[in-house]
Structures are given as C-alpha cells and as structure tokens.
C-alpha cells in the first residue's frame, strides 16, 4: 500500500498571471527610457511567491532585485546567483554581519553607523540618500567625500516620498538628490519607484525599482492604459442557503434580507486577507456578474449575493473582484495592503 497522504484541495486560491506579470515589467522598463528596470520582491514579492516572480524574471531578463532584509536574501539567493544583484533595502546590522560578508548580496547603506560597519569588508554597497522622506538614508548635512574613500559603491539611490502626487516635494527630493550625487559616486544612480517612473525622463538616472505595479498597483493615470492585473483571488461556494424577507445574516446582523433569494457562502475570510473593510461593500464575479458580499466579512467565511447567477451551486468557484484600485476604492485600504495581506491559507496558482 502506498504511504502517500491524499491531496486536500484548497477552498481559495490565488490565481497569478504570468504574461500580465512579465506584460507590466516590460512595460514599466519602456516607460524608463534609458533605464533598466529592476525589480522590488521584497515582503514575498509583495505577497505573490518571491521565489516564483524572482524564477520568471530572472528568465525574462531582470538583473536587479530589491528586498528587505538578509532574510529575504537569502530566499532567493540560489536564483539569482550569477543571474543579477540582490540589494538589501535595510541595510547591515552588527548582527547581520556574519551572513551579510558571505552573501552575494550587497546592503544598501542607510547611516553613518552601517557605513562605518561595512567600510572594513572590501564588498560591494549601495548607498540610500535621504532627499526628503526621513526614514532610511544617510543624511545630506553628513555627506563628505572622504567618508566614501576605499568603498565599492555600486547604487547611489533615494526613494520618493509623494511619487504618486503631482506635488513640490518630487521637485525638491529630486534637487537634494542630485546635489547628494556631486558629493558621493557610485557605478549607478536610482531614485524611482514605481509611481516615480511615470514622473518622466529626469528621476529616471540609470536604475528604476518598480514594485506594486509590477503586481498589478495603479498609482498614477499614466499606468492605466499600461498594467494588468496579476492576482485574483478565487474561493469555492460551500454552501447554498435561501434567505428570506426579514432573515439576519452574519455577525451582528450587518445585513437584513429585504427580499427572499439565494446566498453563497465561501470558505475565506479575514484569516486569508480579505478584511472587515469587504463587508456590504466588496463584490465576487461570475462569468461577469457581480455577486456582492452581504454582511459582516468574519475570519474564515463570507456570504454574497445569487441572484444575478441563480446557477451557481455548492462546490461551483468564484472570483474575487481585486483590481487594486477598485478593491482599494471599496475597502478604503491601500492597494500596498490589498496584496500584501493576502494570506497563506489561499494557494497560489501561476497561469
């Protein structure tokens, strides 16, 4: 007899594209002229598998990967491995440094403190500048040639604070960046992300770091036309139940049939990222018609609407209606939190 252990098949998943994700790094790399385009997978590719996007990528001709921490690093280590870099947004701490100086990957040196850390190794570095948005970066007051003598800088970046507003402080960050450029050099220059990249040819430099939009993120008018959506949720009805005039439905009644009809109910709730802020406001899909959720979204279940697809039944699957910016402009989450909190119950599906 066979020791396997049957499969259980998953109640949600994610389904991710393919040629949307590899459509929206092409396309992001055009509208960055004479720049490459990188690529951040940091927080799990924001959420949609790093080791999967970084694979695709990698084959599609990325070279530059942005993460968060070492550990991130690490993830990917083994993909990128001769294939491009690996920056370390946040930089080297003490104890970071025995991983940090036998990793191919560099960190992006955020202080006086990192910088003085690193300087011993003799390894490759990116520098961060902070030109305005005061989180990470070495400050332009502390510049001083003298302080990069000896050390091997590849990047020289800074990252916009406001990129997807049309307001001074891009003028101004751009401004303290280039000045910050006469006083420390390194083989490349980077200051947009995603949103900075429909800012046009001047904060493009050598190097652009897309990240929402290259899982389906809309900031700014000039990606409307250009980005596809990547990630869909799906989740299975596993119940069919009437309603009638004057039933409650879900916690605290949040919702009171007007009429009699028919509801779904679906395995996947706020444990799997779909937040309380879907309540009576989030809408599935079937074969395009809206199916809406009523009542209060609770941890593992949800209930929507039937009677626009009085054919579904138990078992039957739906789609979550996740364009970012129209899940962002019903929930009132940003679309950084829409696809980064999708949770690990929903198995991911590459199509």
Known sequence: MSDAQP?????AIIRLDTDALLSNWRSLGRLSGQAKAGAAVKANAYGLGAREVVQKLVA???TDFFVANWQEAQEIEDLTAGQGSVSVLNGVRQSDMPFALQSPAKPVLNSLEQLARWKQSGRPCDIMINSGMNRLGINFEDLDN???SGI??????SHLASADQDGPQNAEQLVRYKAALKIVSGKRTSLANSAGIALGSDFHFDLTRPGLS?????????????????AVPQAEIIQIRPLRSGDKLGYNAQYVADRSHDIGILAMGYADGYLRSFSNQGFFKHQEQLLPVLGRVSMDLIAIDLESAPDLREGDWVDCE???GTASAQSGLSQYELITGLGN???RQWT
Not at 152 to 157: E, P, S, Y
């Open 152 to 157: 091997a800088i590849d990047i020289v970046m």
């Open 214 to 230: 290259l899982y389906g993120g809309i900031q700014r008018p000039e990606f409307r036309d250009v980005i596809k959506q990547v």
């Open 146 to 148: 003298d302080l990069f």
């Open 345 to 347: 119950r929903l198995a």
């Open 7 to 11: 499969i259980i098949a998953p109640t």
């Open 60 to 62: 599609a001709g990325c």
């Open 322 to 324: 996740y364009d970012l």
